[in-house]
C-alpha cells in the first residue's frame, strides 16, 4: 500500500482544511487508516482513525468535535476535515495504514504517506 497526503497549507485560526490521503494497492480496503501530527521537536501524536468499512472513527480528545475522518474505498482515498483549527494544530500531518482503526500507537501502524504541512497563524 502507497499513501500520498496532500491539502496542507497556511491558513488562519479559527478556518478549516481538508487533507487526503490517496492511496494504490489492491489491498487497502482491508487496512484501517489512521491520521497522525508531528510538531517539531514533539512525538508523532494519534489524531484520529477509520475502520476499513468506513462506518467506524476514534479521534483524540484534543480535536474531538472539531476533526472527523471519512473514507472513499472507490476512490481509495480518505479525507481528513478539519474545522475550527487552532495554532496548536500546526504539524507535519501524516496518514498511515495499519490493521485496526482502535490503534493509537503510531508503531501499529505499517504504510505511511510522506506528510503534509498545515500550519495555523493565530
Known amino acids: 500500500v502507497q499513501l500520498v497526503e496532500s491539502g496542507g497549507r497556511l491558513v488562519q485560526a479559527g478556518g478549516s482544511l481538508r487533507l487526503s490521503c490517496a492511496a494504490s494497492g489492491s489491498t487497502f480496503y482491508n487496512y484501517a487508516v489512521g491520521w497522525f501530527r508531528q510538531a517539531p521537536g514533539k512525538e508523532r501524536d494519534f489524531v484520529g482513525a477509520i475502520k476499513f468499512s468506513g462506518s467506524s472513527t476514534l479521534y483524540a480528545d484534543s480535536v474531538k468535535g472539531r476533526f472527523t475522518i471519512t473514507r472513499d474505498n472507490v476512490k481509495m482515498t480518505v479525507y481528513l476535515e478539519m474545522d475550527s483549527l487552532k495554532p496548536e494544530d500546526t504539524a507535519v500531518y501524516y496518514c498511515?495504514?495499519?490493521?485496526?482503526?482502535?490503534?493509537?500507537?503510531?508503531?501499529?501502524?505499517?504504510?505511511w504517506g510522506q506528510g503534509t504541512q498545515v500550519t495555523v497563524s493565530s
Open positions: 498511515a495504514a495499519g490493521p485496526s482503526y482502535q490503534y493509537v500507537n503510531y508503531r501499529d501502524y505499517e504504510y
